[in-house]
């Protein structure tokens, strides 16, 4: 059965410092691999995905991951942090189950703070 | 904004009755999924209902139900609502209901039992 860990459930960085959220995943089929970002009182906005092309995914507002295979993990950065990015971030695997079943199975969530 | 909308936005019940719980899919799609996300947690997989046929289930009891209408508008019905059952209401759509495809999520309705 699939599964992901969110290694840190807080994490806290200062504007314009670089930013790690840390994700590993248990998958037994070629995973597909999302971070999505919930803002406060909002729904889930995508960031990036993985679905097994390039190893390092570039996502919007400046986010990528790195999809490591030996290591199973798929960890967030940023160069560097902005004040809106401070959020809930979620590393999700989706269920193959079999090929035809697409629900998504979240981690428990990491929160950002960004300090001024 | 995704194109992904629900309502109500906000809803209080009182233990024992009834809910539906409504969300339009964003143009072109054709899956819509439910979660449930609870304070602090993670969304959990409810159901997901692909060209109106429920396409998979997660570990959610009988009286979670649902919909998919021929428009793929869908509803989720909760019977007999129990305390726990208060938490923000989440649903996805997608073109697909394959493991690669991208989800989009609505706004969300927070359900507050009482």
């Known amino acids: 059965a699939q599964s992901v860990t969110q290694l840190d459930s807080h994490v806290s960085v200062s504007e314009g410092t670089p930013v790690l959220l840390r994700c590993n995943y248990s998958?037994?089929?070629?995973?597909?691999l999302f971070w999505y970002v919930q803002h406060p009182n909002k729904g889930l906005q995508l960031l990036l995905k993985?679905?097994?092309?390039?190893?390092l995914v570039k996502g919007i507002n400046g986010f990528e991951a790195e999809f490591k295979k030996s290591e199973t993990s798929f960890h967030l950065t940023k160069p560097s942090a902005h004040m809106s990015d401070a959020a809930e971030y979620f590393c999700?695997?989706?269920?193959?189950?079999?090929?035809?079943?697409?629900?998504?199975?979240f981690g428990k969530g990491t929160k950002l703070s960004v300090k001024p | 904004e995704t194109g992904v909308t629900q309502s109500p936005t906000h809803l209080i019940k009182t233990r024992g009755q009834q809910v539906t719980l409504r969300c339009s899919s964003q143009s072109g799609h054709n899956t819509v999924s439910w979660y449930q996300q609870a304070l602090g947690q993670g969304p959990q997989f409810i159901f997901q209902y692909y060209r109106e046929e429920e396409n998979g289930r997660g570990n959610f009891p009988p009286r979670f139900s649902g919909l998919q209408f021929p428009n793929y508008s869908s509803e989720l019905n909760v019977n007999a609502l129990e305390l726990d059952d208060s938490a923000l209401y989440l649903c996805a759509s997608s073109l697909g209901g394959l493991a690669k495809e991208t989800q989009y999520f609505g706004p969300g309705t927070r359900l507050l039992v009482l």
């Open positions: 999700v695997v989706s269920d193959h189950g079999g090929g035809s079943q697409g629900n998504l199975i």
């Open positions: 998958s037994s089929y070629s995973p597909s």
């Open positions: 993985y679905t097994s092309a390039a190893t």
